[in-house]
């Protein structure tokens, strides 16, 4: 059994999409709009077969989460980029471009070499070894 995909809703569609692209190598699909419920979405597909849904839809809520503060549910992607120093070089072309780094790469106990960036939408997204 895999994981067929995981979604977000996002305010920004197309910003949101483009760093996934960007910085994951994420291939999106054509973009799925439908005009009655106001609802668009993308499919960003990766080199491991993995998929993740972009969404949004006006009538969604923003959320108001601390993004400081850890809560119960879903809380983070991660990508295993596969050495220490692509994990460094990702890490800091991130921050570069404007997006917040609210880890920086270091060894965990549990024996991932990993940082964490936010996304364009404030979720949180683990750079791995």
Not at 92 to 99: K, L, M, Q, T
Not at 108 to 119: I, P
């Amino acid at each position: 059994m895999t994981i067929e995909h995981v979604a977000l809703w996002v305010q920004e569609l197309e910003k949101s999409k483009d760093f996934y692209v960007e910085f994951f190598g994420g291939k999106p699909s054509d973009k799925y709009v439908n005009t009655a419920a106001g609802f668009e979405s993308y499919f960003v597909t990766f080199d491991s077969g993995a998929r993740l849904e972009i969404m949004r839809m006006p009538s969604i809520p923003q959320d108001t989460s601390d993004i400081e503060k850890q809560r119960t549910g879903y809380i983070h992607i991660a990508f295993s980029v596969g050495s220490r120093a692509r994990v460094e070089e990702l890490t800091a072309r991130i921050r570069e471009s404007g997006y917040r780094v609210i880890s920086e790469p270091r060894q965990t106990g549990d024996g991932y070499y990993e940082s964490c960036v936010l996304d364009p939408e404030g979720n949180r997204v683990e750079i791995t070894l």
